[in-house]
């Protein structure tokens, strides 16, 4: 077993052999630490484990907001 997962295990995983496909579809199914290496895909095998274990979720950040309060409305 290897520290990320293979081409094949991708492809099956995905459907697809494009690697971009590839990459939009795992970060549609939650797997924000996909990225593009030299040789396509680069999943970590924990990373897809804790996903698919459901331990793991995307970090989430709260929207800043902009404090407009100094501004005087149109007129």
Known sequence: ???VLSNEEIIQLTGYRLATMQLDRLR???FYRARMG????VLERSHYL???G??????????????LS??????
Not at 70 to 75: E, N, S, V
Request: proline content about 6%.
């Open 38 to 41: 030299r040789r396509g895909v």
């Open 54 to 67: 459901g331990q793991d979720v995307a970090p989430t950040t709260q929207r800043k907001v902009a404090n």
């Open 1 to 3: 077993m290897t520290i």
């Open 28 to 30: 549609k199914d939650g």
């Open 70 to 75: 100094h501004l005087r409305p149109a007129t």
């Open 50 to 52: 804790a996903i698919t």
